[in-house]
């Protein structure tokens, strides 16, 4: 019985349930974290998973620093800890920023930076993670084991990309359907850019995006980060957070900025439309039942871009606002702007007359200034959990002030 | 020594309820909760045909008692026919598989008549909605007039989840001799108590096992409780083992926090000496007693934290409202005692020109001085701790100046914060503990005792002091279960006291076979000295190991099993005259926090944190550290960041991980710590209890913040937790 991966929440926001998610690529298996509350076993048809059982080991040096440090107290929260520091070591990724996914209760947390700080000190000299016993030997014969495993594709009604939101609030009903998973498909997971555009598979999650040499040298990855966590970027596609339609998603609020084109095909026809003419009203989106999207196109204009999230806590989190400006210079001269905000109103808002009103003016505070008195007659806050409606009409000003300090940043 | 419990946490070989292979019969149960929070049951109902429904329980099914009010007999275990809160239970559902309890409970059809809620408890207060007595602390005579500087405000503080990763939960067995109950409970004794109520039986027929918990923070003290004694008596009337786990959700809904406590205060000094401070505390209790009336009674223990005050009154109401019952959470009582002051030296200041540090220094308790309720400090080391803190002030102070002159949209500041925590149980009955110390024929020991471990290494101490004592090494030791047939009439691991109690009760029973051991040396050899180390046993320039002393004494017929016993000596306290000597001791410490204020976006970012703690003579420094950062992101949370929400109607709002967030990695401060102490006589090894008192470490953290904003501009923002983002931005443009 594998009982060391624990359930603390079903909505991916603790981390207790981390596994390893193996994918063969190129005879090579790529490893992520990834939430498995939320995940259905159908996504993980072909994959590697690893659960803590298969990672312990006397002389694994996370383990053991961890022991050391005292980085465990009741230990409930503990499997999941040694799994995403397992992946930070496996793709060399910082270590602090791989536990963004990880709620612990009792630590502090302290005890584990400094395991996770001597874990990677120790792994500095060598790429060899068996050695290290970071992962067992049997890791050395994954590859051809999934290479050996025929693979099936799954259809069903019911698309499903990463999850990590209809399995939140859909997790009973969903076991009853016919589920087909986008992620499955290597036909809709590329991002590959053209002359004018950079073309991005329906099937591509989160990590994908932000990790990608073509997003970045469009935009700043790292704001990124504050997305979600990385176990849910893992598996999370960016497709799925549109058709979520969340008026506070955080793709959807950045992709309105760039001024995403969103391919939608109903197997037998396909049709373009722009994002901002995707969000209809709340939950509401123009995609027929029997449409999926297959792709999304950013252009690739010549931009400055800033993302901004305001939410209780930093990381993994939902916003109570957030923002994304894309603006288009000349001499100082805004010759093209888009600006949009979440949580604001019911649906994701591009604000078209800010925009408007700030064409051919200066880049500056005045600008910007009046731009906020306009922005605030575009949007109907209301007061929930994450802000009352004036907080958020105030808000919303202060992130449009910061994008001038960033964009100006950017000069 | 390390948590000796962290091997089989990295591994994930730990076992908690939910791990527990369970008996092929076994059913599982779900709770039916309210879904509004004032009115009457009128009807309730499954009609459903679902082929895994076993049974719907409800209050006319409890063979016993359907009463489960520990303090106040005033909370029922299923609603008969009132309802006081929201996630309150009216119903069990009983299903051969858990899935298919989920399915069925969807399908029951309660009726209600709802009556309007009330939240606040201010509200509460008017309406005359009062737990037990109000209680009133006093000492010196008030006169406002021979004050140079008066303030007066109101104080709100929010409450806090416990988010214990665990989630409650209990598997209960019917067996011959009546009924096992594993639980995940920091009071095994409470559980078995209220399961005999409930079920009409005695205590001796219910056995109840307790490996460990995935978190308690006393979220299950009393309130793992009712999760047992529905598993319980669903095994009554079933007599098939029954496991009732709530999700998270579940969790959330039906189970107390922390209180929210309103409180208004006035307080005067004289050219920078308080001395007058009268306050009004109003708790809010939630919906029954359950252990809120000694939480209100710790709020005015701690009412002058740190401070010596001659001229003091305090007023405490617990007020009921259409909560859920608020309990026991680290600190109990106390953070919110101490916050109210903080707040009131912080005014002090602002309206002085003073700064707070200035008049926190020239307030600070002394050995020998006395609090409100007549105990007698001594062994604080206040005095010390602070001057260690000024010295680091200094280095923030420039740290802060720099930064502010250099930057526009940043602002930094900081804040001292003294704590001195009174360890005991204020219920002077419940300072007991006990050991059972088994010693096996081939040298190997077991023990038992009341102790839970829930994280806090409490069986590493213990077993810390049982080796000391043997002089064996720790692998010829088994830490046994929690068991109430082994350790019995035990109270709950709360209070920061555990180890202590039940240490001492290690210690005694150890003491008790070293005489007996010592004795048959004696008889059979003369010996003079006996000394007992690195497993072996010493005497007369001779020496036996360890083992070979057991089978000796084994073969020569001397009982190798020791019960022990322990009492806090000489605490009482007279709630008449509420006066007293609660306390065996106090654990002190200064800490110092530094913040900055992202001045365009409202956020902020805990920089950095020194803490010189007083840990007594340090037994273990690996878990002390652990205890003190710990606490420290709970107390840390719940002033900034921890928005626990219910709307008008008392649903709550603030109902998932999605909406409820507590630290993260990156919400933490850098932290250093320095311990300090001297031998404590009352404390385990010469210890000082650790569990709760650097929670409010944290409350360093609000005042951080608003000093931050502070050194930007004036802000005029009410004194309110927690200080969250939307707060501090609406604060920086009032």
Request: negative net charge; charged residues 20%.
């Amino acid at each position: 019985m594998l009982k060391g991966t624990k359930i603390g929440c079903r909505e991916g926001d603790c981390g207790a349930c981390t596994v390893l998610l193996g994918e063969l690529k190129n005879n090579e298996v790529i490893y992520k974290t990834i939430t498995s509350c939320l995940t259905p076993l159908g996504n993980v048809n072909g994959r590697h998973v690893v659960t803590i059982e298969g990672l312990s080991h006397p002389d694994n040096i996370i383990q053991l620093n961890m022991i050391s440090t005292g980085a465990t107290q009741c230990g409930f929260c503990t499997p999941g800890f040694v799994v995403s520091l397992t992946a930070a070591a496996i793709n060399k990724q910082n270590p602090v920023e791989s536990l963004d996914g990880n709620i612990c209760r009792c630590t502090g947390y302290n005890s584990i930076k400094i395991a996770s700080q001597l874990v990677f000190d120790q792994l500095q000299d060598t790429d060899n993670l068996l050695a290290k016993n970071i992962v067992p030997q049997y890791f050395a014969n994954i590859p051809d084991r999934l290479g050996d495993i025929k693979f099936v594709k799954n259809t069903g009604t019911t698309i499903i990309g990463g999850g990590t939101d209809l399995y939140v609030q859909k997790q009973r009903v969903l076991l009853d359907k016919q589920l087909e998973f986008s992620t499955h498909n290597s036909d809709l997971r590329y991002i590959i850019p053209d002359k004018d555009s950079i073309r991005i598979g329906a099937g591509t999650t989160m990590s994908e995006f932000i990790s990608n040499k073509h997003i970045s040298e469009l935009i700043d990855t790292e704001q990124l980060k504050l997305i979600a966590s990385t176990p849910v970027r893992n598996i999370a596609t960016i497709a799925g957070n549109l058709v979520n339609a969340s008026p506070i998603g955080d793709f959807s609020v950045i992709l309105l900025a760039l001024n995403a084109k969103i391919l939608i095909t109903n197997s037998t026809k396909n049709r373009e439309i722009s994002l901002d003419e995707f969000f209809v009203s709340y939950k509401k989106i123009n995609l027929q039942q029997d449409e999926m999207i297959i792709e999304i196109k950013i252009p690739k204009d010549t931009i400055k871009f800033n993302f901004e999230k305001v939410s209780k806590r930093m990381y993994l989190d939902i916003a109570s606002v957030n923002s994304a400006c894309a603006v288009y210079t000349e001499n100082n001269i805004i010759r093209s702007i888009r600006i949009s905000a979440g949580g604001v109103y019911e649906i994701p808002l591009l604000l078209r007359e800010t925009a408007e009103y700030m064409i051919a003016k200066e880049l500056n505070e005045k600008t910007f200034k009046e731009a906020c008195s306009i922005a605030v007659k575009e949007i109907k806050p209301i007061s929930d959990v994450r802000g009352s409606k004036e907080y958020k009409t105030l808000l919303l000003q202060q992130l449009i002030k910061a994008h001038l300090i960033q964009l100006e940043g950017q000069q | 020594m390390k948590n000796i419990d962290s091997i089989s946490h990295v591994s994930g070989k730990s076992v908690y309820v939910d791990d527990i292979p369970v008996l092929d019969n076994t059913l599982y149960a779900l709770i039916v909760p309210a879904t509004i929070a004032h009115g009457v049951l009128k009807k309730i109902e499954y009609t459903g045909d679902h082929s895994d429904f076993v049974r719907m329980i409800t209050a006319s099914d409890i063979p016993g008692e359907n009463q489960i009010g520990s303090i106040i007999p005033d909370e029922e275990l299923l609603s008969s026919q009132e309802i006081h809160f929201m996630g309150q239970a009216i119903a069990i559902i009983v299903a051969k598989s858990l899935n298919s309890a989920y399915m069925i409970r969807d399908e029951v059809h309660v009726e209600y008549d709802e009556y309007k809620a009330i939240t606040d408890p201010r509200v509460a207060f008017n309406s005359g909605n009062i737990i037990g007595e109000s209680r009133k602390f006093q000492c010196g005579d008030i006169v406002w007039a021979d004050c140079d500087t008066i303030v007066s405000d109101r104080v709100d503080m929010g409450g806090q989840e416990h988010l214990y990763l665990e989630t409650h939960g209990s598997y209960v067995i019917p067996t011959e001799r009546g009924y096992k109950v594993i639980s995940s409970t920091q009071s095994p004794s409470s559980v078995q108590k209220m399961i005999a109520r409930v079920l009409g039986i005695s205590m001796h027929l219910v056995e109840v096992d307790v490996n460990r918990l995935g978190g308690g923070f006393g979220g299950k003290e009393d309130q793992a409780t009712p999760i047992a004694c529905m598993a319980a008596l669903a095994v009554n009337i079933t007599d098939r083992p029954v496991k009732l786990i709530l999700d998270r959700i579940d969790d959330l809904k039906m189970t107390g926090k922390r209180h929210p406590y309103s409180a208004d205060y006035k307080i005067g000094m004289k050219s920078n000496k308080i001395i007058a401070y009268d306050v009004i505390f109003y708790q809010n209790a939630g919906a029954s007693a359950d252990l809120s009336p000694a939480v209100l009674e710790r709020t005015l223990f701690h009412a002058t934290n740190s401070y010596y005050i001659p001229n003091f009154k305090a007023t405490a109401y617990s007020c009921r409202t259409n909560l859920p019952p608020n309990t026991a959470f680290r600190g109990f009582g106390g953070p919110q005692g101490m916050f109210v002051i903080e707040a009131a030296i912080d005014k002090l200041a602002e309206k002085s020109g003073i700064p707070a540090y200035v008049l926190q220094e020239a307030n600070l308790m002394k050995n020998g001085d006395k609090f409100p309720y007549g105990q007698i400090t001594d062994n604080l080391m206040l005095t010390d701790a602070w001057s260690k803190i000024k010295t680091i002030k200094n280095v923030y102070e420039e740290e802060i100046e720099q930064f502010n002159h250099n930057n526009k949209y940043f602002s930094k500041g900081m804040a001292i914060m003294p704590i001195t925590f009174g360890i005991s149980f204020t219920n002077t009955m419940m300072n007991q503990g006990s050991a059972l110390v088994n010693i096996y024929q081939d040298g190997s020991i077991g023990l038992s005792t009341g102790a839970v471990e829930m994280g806090q290494g409490v069986n590493t101490r213990i077993l810390q002091a049982l080796i000391s004592s043997f002089g064996v090494s720790a692998d010829r030791v088994k830490m046994e279960t929690t068991n109430t047939t082994r350790a019995i009439n035990t109270s709950p691991s709360a209070a920061s006291s555990t180890h202590d109690l039940n240490g001492w009760a290690t210690l005694d029973a150890c003491n008790q076979l070293i005489r007996r051991l010592e004795k048959l040396l004696i008889d059979e050899y003369q010996a003079g000295s006996v000394e007992f180390i690195n497993n072996r046993v010493i005497f007369n320039d001779r020496s036996l190991s360890w083992d070979e002393l057991i089978q000796f004494a084994f073969t020569k017929r001397v009982d190798l099993a020791a019960h022990g016993y322990y009492c806090t000596p000489d605490i009482y306290f007279d709630k008449e005259k509420e006066k007293g000597h609660p306390f065996a001791y106090y654990t002190t410490g200064v800490a110092i926090q530094m913040a900055t204020v992202d001045i365009i976006r409202g956020t902020y970012k805990l920089d950095k944190i020194d803490i010189i703690h007083d840990s007594g003579r340090v037994m273990n420094s690996n878990l002390d550290r652990g205890q003190i950062e710990g606490a420290l992101a709970q107390g840390l949370g719940w002033m900034l960041l921890e928005d626990l929400q219910y709307d008008d109607n008392g649903r709550l709002l603030s109902n998932a991980l999605s909406t409820y967030k507590i630290p993260d990695i990156n919400f933490m401060p850098d932290i250093k710590i320095e311990f300090i102490g001297a031998n404590n006589p009352l404390g385990l090894m010469g210890s000082k209890s650790i569990g709760e008192p650097p929670l409010m470490y944290g409350i360093a953290g609000y005042f951080a913040v608003r000093n931050a904003m502070r050194n930007h501009k004036n802000i005029d923002m009410a004194y309110k937790t927690p200080l969250t983002p939307e707060r501090i931005l609406m604060g920086l443009f009032s």
